[in-house]
């Protein structure tokens, strides 16, 4: 196994019959329709795997390299594209946000009325919602190949690693999909997200982000991803998962009426 280690300080899928079926396309030969479609399913599974489950997250802000804030997430998320998060940090006690396809809720602890956002809404530096919340490739966008392309890494040790990766460019087919347009890069073989470019409908580059792979369950998975303002230059954001485990609540939980005059979860 190993670890890529990027210029940084650190750097929801459901498994469908055809991911247990995916080949890996050759080195040098486009990609059809159906290849990408398996690879970008094969990519989410990196992310996640379980139908339904538990996802403890922490998110840090760095600002020119040095800590400045750090949050913690709990969120469940199922199919058919819903998600509750939990605000665990003290400063966020009690706040709940819910997803329910294209729609996002907040609810926060004084309000009795939830409050109708979008997964553009800010966490905590370069993470929003949609970012913790919504975390397929393979429901939300429709793909296509580009090109292959060689991508240069500096490891931990200071040498310089080369990968071979598949472009692809995903194009929302939701309402409720986190960016418009993704510029993403899988390794070549396996599938395994490096980069991803994050655009809006205005075409306007808003994030840059890297995967960090690393082992949970004993397979290699996503660990960590980081995420880089490209206006502020000096800030990135990571998010961390710390821990996945398969998990299911009930549907009263995702109702935004239930959630609205329940101040306390029993999860």
Same mark, same amino acid.
């Given at each position: ?14 498994? &469908? ?59 469940? =998320?199922?199919?058919? #594209? ?13 706040q ?6 294209d ?10 009325r939830?409050i #109708?956002? &979008? ?12 970012d913790?919340? =919504? ?24 040498? #310089? ?32 997200p ?17 995967? =960090? ?47 609205? #005059? ?6």
């Open positions: 196994m190993y670890k890529l280690s990027y210029k940084f300080p650190i750097s929801t899928l459901l498994i &469908t019959l055809l991911a247990f079926h995916y080949v890996p396309p050759a080195v040098g030969e486009p990609l059809d329709e159906l290849q990408v479609k398996e690879m970008i399913k094969k990519a989410d599974d990196f992310r996640l795997e379980q139908k339904a489950a538990k996802i403890v997250s922490k998110v840090t802000l760095y600002s020119n390299g040095e800590k400045d804030k750090t949050r913690l997430y709990t969120v469940y =998320t199922r199919e058919n #594209r819903e998600s509750l998060v939990l605000f665990n940090s003290q400063v966020e006690a009690g709940k946000m819910l997803m329910l396809g729609n996002y809720w907040l609810l926060m602890p004084k309000s009795r939830p #109708r956002i &979008t997964p553009m809404q800010k966490l905590l530096g370069e993470a929003s919602i949609g913790i919340s =919504t975390l397929t490739w393979s429901e939300d966008y429709q793909g296509h190949w580009v090109k292959q392309q060689q991508l240069s890494f500096v490891n931990t040790d200071g040498s #310089r690693q080369y990968l071979d990766t598949e472009m692809l460019e995903l194009s929302a087919k939701t309402r409720g999909a986190s960016y418009f347009t993704i510029n993403l890069w899988l390794e070549t073989g396996t599938g395994f490096i980069k991803a470019e994050l655009y809006l409908q205005s075409g306007k580059l808003a994030k840059e982000a890297w995967f =960090t792979k690393g082992l949970r369950g004993g397979e290699d998975k996503v660990v960590s991803m980081q995420l880089d303002d490209q206006i502020q230059k000096n800030q990135q954001t990571v998010i961390e998962y710390k821990s996945i485990t398969p998990a299911e609540i009930d549907n009263k939980y995702y109702n935004p009426a239930y959630l609205s #005059r329940t101040k306390s979860l029993a999860l």
